[in-house]
């Protein structure tokens, strides 16, 4: 599929979000040092971050339903550009914290609305690879922007690392103005109907995948910095590398994610969660040899975000009525498995089982997420078997 220019200006904007995210989780040691906290406190960071999403998406979704998605973008990407100047800024843990919070906000709807925007102009048997074009920023972003935030906090600060993100910011929201169209709302929004959509059983069983699946990834990415320098031994330049070598797993993984899902959500679900269990299984066992770590960084990356499109493709059609709420939620969703994710990661560390055992805790999380994944199949092929009947 060809990525137009308003899919460009999409992606633009999901690369710049995605830098913001998942840097932290690179620059995670030096953070903690500068401020002089744990680890676990510093990984709260990433919780917070991921719970104002949560908070954010539903409040921006609902609050701004009649702006004009282009005006709602923009909007989005001037919190994004704020919370970051703040993180700059920050002298204190506190303050860092407020402004990852500041920063969250905008998240949800970007990724929410951007979504539902992908799949509407595209035919709708290309529309789980709009989504996944839009979140090749994303996946662009671990490639080559998150290890080199991760870089410029380590050699230079993490200070001008966030700095560097609200550059990023406006850049983006100058891109947005100038390449979407105005993307008026022809209709009022009916907030009623929106809310009422997240009450449907399928809807809420495909957040609450999203949940599970985000999760495992956020068990161990979360940590992996901390995890390739105590038991892997790994140097700078190899940890670097290994952030490079898992954001290009990931962009394999959207890529193919989208490209599948489009033939059948639930195989490319199942096969997904599967190749997550055993990879961060094999990961736990073997975290000591880094010849056999670097392929299977790699692997994870693939299978891990091959997950995104489908769950995002599923929650919108499952909420078809009204999708903009239920597709902002379920960002929301996947950032809150990555709060939780870090917070199991968190316990794991403080049970003091080992950062070994952290893959391991993702692996059962995946697996979990795939007898979900089952569970809601046979669900589905039921219903579709009844109604008929019901019809008659």
């Known amino acids: 599929m060809k990525i137009n220019i ?8 999901a690369f710049g979000i995605g830098v913001t995210e998942f840097s932290p989780m690179g620059m995670l040691p030096v953070i903690a040092n500068d401020l002089a906290v744990s680890i676990p406190t510093a ?23 009649n702006m004009s998605r282009r005006n709602l973008l923009l909007l989005s990407m001037g919190i994004f550009t704020l919370g970051n100047l703040i993180s700059a800024m920050a002298d204190s843990y506190n303050l860092l914290l407020f402004g990852r919070i500041v920063t969250s906000f905008n998240h949800g709807a970007f990724f929410g609305v951007g979504s539902v925007v992908a799949m509407s102009i595209v035919p709708p048997e290309k529309r789980a690879g709009a989504v996944a074009a839009m979140f ?8 080559g922007g998150v290890p080199l935030a991760t870089y410029i906090g380590e050699v230079i600060g993490w200070r001008p690392a966030f700095f560097a993100m609200a550059v990023i910011g406006v850049v983006t929201m100058l891109a947005l103005r100038l390449s979407l169209p105005p993307l ?10 929106e809310l009422r959509v997240l009450s ?3 809807v809420l069983a495909a957040l609450l995948l999203t949940v599970v699946s985000s999760s495992s990834m956020f068990t161990v990415f979360t940590y992996i910095v901390p995890i390739l320098q105590d038991e892997t031994h790994a140097s700078t330049a190899f940890v670097t590398s290994m952030l490079v070598l898992y954001g290009t797993g990931l962009a394999l993984g959207n890529y193919l994610g989208g490209r599948f899902a489009d033939r059948s959500l639930d195989l490319t679900l199942i096969a997904s969660l599967v190749a997550v269990t055993l990879l961060l299984a094999l990961f736990s066992v073997t975290v000591s040899s880094p010849m056999i770590v670097a392929p299977l960084i790699f692997l994870w990356g693939i299978a891990s975000f091959a997950l995104v499109p489908p769950l995002q493709s599923l929650v919108v059609q499952e909420a078809k009525a009204a999708p903009n709420l239920a597709a902002a939620m ?35 999380t995946a697996l979990l997420g795939l007898v979900m994944v089952l569970w809601f199949r046979r669900g589905r092929q039921q219903g579709s078997q009844q109604s008929p009947v019901t019809a008659n």
């Open 6 to 13: 308003p899919l460009l200006a999409l992606a633009l904007g």
């Open 43 to 65: 990984g709260m960071l990433i919780s917070a971050y991921a719970f104002g999403v949560l908070i954010g998406a539903p409040l921006m979704t609902l609050v701004f339903a």
């Open 136 to 143: 090749s920023g994303l996946t662009i972003a671990t490639i």
């Open 184 to 193: 008026a709302n022809e209709s009022k929004a009916n907030v009623r109907n």
């Open 200 to 202: 449907k059983g399928s």
């Open 330 to 364: 379920n960002i929301g969703a996947f950032n809150l498995g990555n709060a939780l994710g870090a917070v199991l990661g968190a316990a794991i560390i403080k049970a003091g089982l080992g950062l070994s055992y952290v893959p391991l805790a993702g692996a059962g």
